[in-house]
């Protein structure tokens, strides 16, 4: 008999060939194929009439084949079967591609039932390669995500053949299951595939979401206890009023309340591990430069790190101006410097004569021995992921740490990318800050755009334009940056001074160029995405997105907040063909979070934070938005397991722990 771990080429109906498919889609167990869900369902027992079935959607219609079945060549390797069914009312056509062996197994007067969707004119309907079964089918069947040879029904085959394995012990213990009202696995392998009813294929899926989300948040769980558990610097003072006081500004409720959150964290002996989370503008940085001066004050020292070179100097320089009158001594480490002048700072930093150093990610790999490191702060960080994070925190001696993400994540997907941390959220904008005015505009308006960048200029600001793309061939009929900066300086914008910046040039290259339009000598910059995370160019007021409709919501969020940092009223303008609700959604909100919502909602988590950068493992059938719920039920049930077993050590969550173990060894390979 298979059990759960048999390699996919021993189970019945597979072989050498078929094995090589499955396993380059990532299915190479048996257990893996059972985990391998269906993308949607067809129930039999709910057909609809031609009539009523709603355009372009899935459905399914019980009709009689009322012609005989004609065979066309279109050219070599490609035939099509056509037929008219008639459901009694109305009348459709079917087309199949290639499908010989279906269309031989038909018969002119017999009736099946055909699942896909109905398209074709008001005259006569359409279906094109539906999935045609025979009438007596019943009740709910699979369908599978196909590719290529491997169609949805050898899947279905595949699987009824695994179903007989011997499965694991059940993750979920016993207990969990009874309090949450949860089937056991058994019962869910089967109903996911094959469900008995609807009822059955529901308790199904709410078990599989569970199992999912709740495994995961058990690991988050104990990583977090597990990094709580370890002592940090302990700081006796809390003299952030002190620093408050020194600012040319007063701090904001908001940045004074987590200023406190952080400095109590500090003061616990604990090992302090917390997010801020705040909208661009919120003033992020001077939290941290609060938290660095309360580090410095109690003997510690303070490491400070940024995702690029530019925005570590940027830094540099608001916590020279910050600190510069309290006599703390702060460095700057980046790349540019000489080996020499690096060699000196980083021996500056071992004696201890450093309090502060700021620098790139390149800090943490760079053997910079502190002499007594109190606090790290990791600025917009969002594109790190829980495992990068575990990693990170393997290294040297344990200082508190900060993580500074300027991504509006929804509450739903923070406790799932920031499970291992504590978050605090900055909700207010400091005063005076003035609202960015937004448009929505099509192309036709370019010269009347062009216009009003050049009124800009001529009151000495500076503009941005951000393409989607950076070279043209990419794709047909969008802007890109490299031929757009061509085009404006030889025409419309001729005399002026451009710049153009996107993500091939060299790093060196792009930090020249950015340096250009932060000290002015740039006018106009041409851009791609690149510009998003975090620069300060307080002078720039103007922002035209080309090709708007291209962007995430949450990345037009971003790329608005470069502009309105400064005393100038600012300006976004999107411009795009298409109407859309989304664009909307930005002209109307200024919040952060209410757009990142939105984006989340209308895209899923995946998109939300592009492919891959969220160190999110791929979820199976949980969807973090559909089932927030679930993620709740399944967060408390973790914790409450936790309570009594920390470290899940009992013989009964001995199977929660290793899939625990095996889900996190995975995604730090990853
Ligand atoms: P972000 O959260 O996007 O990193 P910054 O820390 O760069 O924001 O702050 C944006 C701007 O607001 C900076 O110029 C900063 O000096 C200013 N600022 C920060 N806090 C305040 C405040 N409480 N009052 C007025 N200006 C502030
Ligand atoms: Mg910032």
Known sequence: MTSFNTDIQFLKGVGEKRAEILKSKGIDTVGALLRFYPRDYIDYSKTTPISECPFDQNVCIRARIVTDISEERKRPGMVLYRFTADDGQSLMEVVLFNQKFLASRLHRGSEYLFYGKLGGSFIMRSMSSPEITETGYNGIHPIYRASGSLTSKMIER?????????????????????????CDLRFATQNIHFPRSEESLERAKKRLVFEELFILQTGLLMLKSGRRAQSGAIIKRDCSEEFGNMLSFSLTGAQCRVIGECVKDMMSGRLMNRLIQGDVGSGKTAVAAALCYVTVKNGFQAAFMAPTEILAEQHFNTLCSMLGRSGINVSLLTGSLT????????????????????????????????????????????????????????????????????????????????GDLDISIIDEYPKGRRNIETYVVNSSYHTRIYNYIKKFIAAGRQAYIVCPLVEENEELNMKSAADYYEELSAGVFKGYSLGLLHGKMPAKQKEAVMREFKDGKIDLLISTTVIEVGVDVPNAAL???????????????????????????????LVSDYKSERLEVIRKNNDGFKIADEDLKLRGPGDFLGSRQHGLPDLKIADIYADSQVLRT???AAETLLNEDPSLSLPENSALKSSIDALYSKMIQN
Do not use: W
């Open 158 to 182: 595949l699987i009824r053949n695994a179903l007989d394995s011997e499965l694991p012990p059940d993750p979920i213990p016993e207990s969990v299951r009874e309090s949450n009202g949860l």
């Open 339 to 418: 080996k020499k002048q690096k060699n000196e700072i980083k021996a500056q930093a071992t004696a201890g004569n450093t309090d502060i150093i700021v620098g790139t990610h390149a800090l943490l790999t760079d053997d910079v021995a502190f002499d007594r490191l109190g606090l790290v702060v990791t600025d917009e960080q969002h594109r790190f992921g829980v495992a990068q994070r575990a990693r990170l925190a393997g290294k040297g001696n344990n200082p508190h740490t900060l993580v500074m993400s300027a991504t509006p994540i929804p509450r739903t997907l923070a406790l799932i990318i920031y």
């Open 543 to 573: 922002m035209v997105i080309e090709n708007a409709e291209r962007f995430g919501l949450s990345q037009l969020h971003q790329l608005r907040g470069r502009v309105g940092r400064g005393e100038y009223q600012s300006c976004c303008i």
């Open 634 to 636: 399944a967060g408390i």
